[in-house]
T-cell receptor, first 113, second 115 residues
Framework: AQKVTQAQTEISVVEKEDVTLDCVYE???????LFWYKQPPSGELVFLIR??????QNEISGRYSWNFQKSTSSFNFTITASQVVDSAVYFC??????????FGTGTSLTVIP | KAGVTQTPRYLIKTRGQQVTLSCSPISGHRSVSWYQQTPGQGLQFLFE???????NKGNFPGRFSGRQFSNSRSEMNVSTLELGDSALYLCASTLRAGRMNTEAFFGQGTRLTVV
């Protein structure tokens, strides 16, 4: 069975601080894909990044970076120099070769000006 | 290019009624999936359609159904509404099903309130 755990329910940081959102996943599949989505108050899930199980290369994109470690089944997401506009709920998700996503419960991030 | 369009954005229905929600995927995308989001259960998969065929179904009662048209637009229907059906219903559009070589794009959702 597939499962995604986001242990952090709510996080508050002061603007310009760095923040890391944790994601731990479970799957028996050898081929799978991991995602991070951002959900602002408008409701739409905004795609941030996709990683497949064969690509453990970490990535930096502007203020965002991701740390994928198969050995610990983790796919953590870091925002450096946080901004008020980063306030949202962030979801980690897992899928195998299909289009059924398994989402974590989300982490609500509040950036305080 | 236009994103995923869900209509209506907001809906209020009475218990026992039925409701139909619509999703127009991104042009060229042939796979549409539906998710229910509630504070208690989070985001849960309802079903997925590709080429007018349901390919996968989540653990929801038969009151929840869907279909996909030849232009890839999809509708989901909930009959005999219950208070617990109040939720944000999100539709996801992907280029193809089977091989996950692209991300899923989500619409803004339809917020259904059952009173």
């Amino acid at each position: 069975a597939q499962k995604v755990t986001q242990a952090q329910t709510e996080i508050s940081v002061v603007e310009k601080e760095d923040v890391t959102l944790d994601c731990v996943y479970e799957t028996r599949d050898t081929t799978y894909y991991l995602f991070w989505y951002k959900q602002p108050p408008s409701g739409e899930l905004v795609f941030l990044i996709r990683r497949n199980s064969f690509d453990e290369q970490n990535e930096i994109s502007g203020r965002y970076s991701w740390n994928f470690q198969k050995s610990t089944s983790s796919f953590n997401f870091t925002i450096t120099a946080s901004q008020v506009v980063d306030s949202a709920v962030y979801f980690c998700a897992l899928t195998n070769t299909g289009n059924q996503f398994y989402f974590g419960t989300g982490t609500s991030l509040t950036v305080i000006p | 290019k236009a994103g995923v369009t869900q209509t209506p954005r907001y809906l209020i229905k009475t218990r026992g009624q039925q409701v139909t929600l619509s999703c127009s995927p991104i042009s060229g995308h042939r796979s549409v999936s539906w998710y229910q989001q509630t504070p208690g259960q989070g985001l849960q998969f309802l079903f997925e359609y590709f080429s007018e065929t349901q390919r996968n179904k989540g653990n929801f009662p038969g009151r929840f159904s869907g279909r996909q048209f030849s232009n890839s637009r999809s509708e989901m229907n909930v009959s005999t509404l219950e208070l617990g059906d109040s939720a944000l219903y999100l539709c996801a559009s992907t280029l193809r099903a089977g091989r996950m070589n692209t991300e899923a794009f989500f619409g803004q959702g339809t917020r259904l309130t059952v009173v």
